[in-house]
C-alpha cells in the first residue's frame, strides 16, 4: 500500500513527490508524462520564477523531472479514473488497476468540470470515463467515443476490435491514427439521452447517433467525479492554509485549489501538502 498516492505530475505533484520520498514515504505520481502534457512547457519565458531568470517552460518542467527521477520518485503513466474512500484508507482505480494509498494530494490541474448534458445522470448506465474498463461490455453493440486530445485514438481504436460499430467524437483537430473501421464525426456533443440505459447522444450540427453506450475520454476526470464528496469552490477544490480539502487525508495543490495559477505558488503548495500528508500519516500509524 502507497503511503502518498498523487494525482497530476505536474509542477505541484512533482514537488510533492520529492517532499514525501524526502521524508522516507512510499509515493507515488499518478498522470501523463509531464514533458508532453504540462501546460508549462508551452510558456516560452519565465522570468519570476527564483533562481532561474529566463528559462523556458520546456526546460524548467524537463528539471523538474530530472530531479524528481534522481530522488527515486515513482512514476505510473495512466489516468485515475475515481477514487474510493474506504475506512481508513483509499483505493485507486487506474485504467481498471487497483491501487491502494493511505493518503492523497490532488494535483490535477486547471479541470473542466463542465459535463455534457445527461453525462453525470447516465454514468455507469452507458456512459464511461475508461474504454479498457468497460469496452468488453459493448462487443457487439454500438458505440461512441468523445475525446479531447489525441491521445483517446489508442482507446477508439481498442473499441473498434470489440464494437459492432463505433464512432468517434473528437474534441482536437488531427485525426491521424484512427482506425479505418471507426466513423470519424467532427461536431460538438450536445446531450446524452436514454431511458434506463443510454441510448442516445445528440449532436449540435448532425441530429443524434444511436448508441448503446458514451465514452468520454479526457486527459482528466473532473474532480467531483474522480472523488465523491470533495468540496468545489468556485470550480476550485477549497482548502485551507495546510492544504487539507473537507475529506480526510485528502490533499490538494497546485493549480486545482485556484487562482494565481503561477509555478511558484504550485512548487509551495505541493511541498505543504506532502508534509501535512506525513504528518498524517505519523499520526495515524
Known amino acids: 500500500m502507497l503511503d502518498i498516492a498523487i494525482i497530476g505530475s505536474g509542477p505541484a505533484g512533482l514537488s510533492a513527490a520529492i517532499n514525501g520520498v524526502i521524508r522516507n514515504k512510499e509515493v ?10 504540462s501546460y508549462l512547457r508551452k510558456a516560452e519565458k519565465i522570468d519570476n520564477y527564483l533562481g532561474m531568470p529566463g528559462i523556458s517552460g520546456e526546460e524548467m518542467i524537463r528539471k523538474f523531472v530530472e530531479h524528481a527521477k534522481e530522488m527515486g520518485v515513482q512514476f505510473h503513466s495512466g489516468r485515475v479514473i475515481q477514487i474510493f474512500q474506504m475506512d481508513d484508507y483509499f483505493t ?8 491502494d494509498a493511505k493518503t492523497i494530494i490532488l494535483a490535477n490541474g486547471i479541470v473542466n468540470e463542465k459535463a455534457i448534458e445527461g453525462e453525470t445522470e447516465f454514468l455507469g448506465r452507458g456512459v464511461s470515463y475508461c474504454a479498457t474498463c468497460d469496452g468488453p461490455l459493448y462487443r457487439g453493440k454500438t458505440a461512441v467515443l468523445v475525446g479531447d486530445s489525441e491521445a483517446a485514438e489508442e482507446d477508439v481504436n481498442y473499441l473498434a476490435e470489440v464494437c459492432e460499430k ?19 464525426i467532427h461536431d460538438k456533443p450536445v446531450a446524452i439521452e436514454g431511458e434506463e440505459t443510454v441510448k442516445t447522444l445528440k449532436l449540435k450540427d448532425n441530429e443524434e447517433l444511436n448508441v448503446n453506450g458514451v465514452f468520454i475520454i479526457k486527459d482528466t476526470v473532473p474532480t467531483t467525479q474522480l ?16 492544504m487539507e480539502t473537507n475529506l480526510k487525508g ?3 495543490a497546485g493549480d486545482c485549489t485556484g487562482r494565481p495559477f503561477q509555478v511558484a505558488k504550485a ?5 505543504t501538502a506532502a508534509l501535512q500528508a ?8
Not at 507515488?28 to 502534457?37: I, R
Not at 472523488?227 to 495546510?242: F, S
Open 166 to 184: 463505433v464512432y468517434y467524437v473528437p474534441l482536437h483537430k488531427k485525426t491521424e491514427k484512427v482506425d479505418s473501421r471507426v466513423e470519424v
Open 250 to 252: 485528502v490533499y490538494a
Open 92 to 99: 485507486l482505480n487506474v485504467e481498471n488497476e487497483f491501487i
Open 278 to 285: 506525513v504528518s498524517y500519516l505519523h499520526k495515524n500509524s
Open 28 to 37: 507515488k505520481v499518478f498522470g501523463t508524462d509531464p514533458e508532453k502534457s
Open 227 to 242: 472523488l465523491q464528496g470533495i468540496e468545489i469552490v468556485d470550480k476550485a477544490i477549497k482548502v485551507n492554509q495546510y
Open 267 to 271: 512548487v509551495g503548495q505541493g511541498t
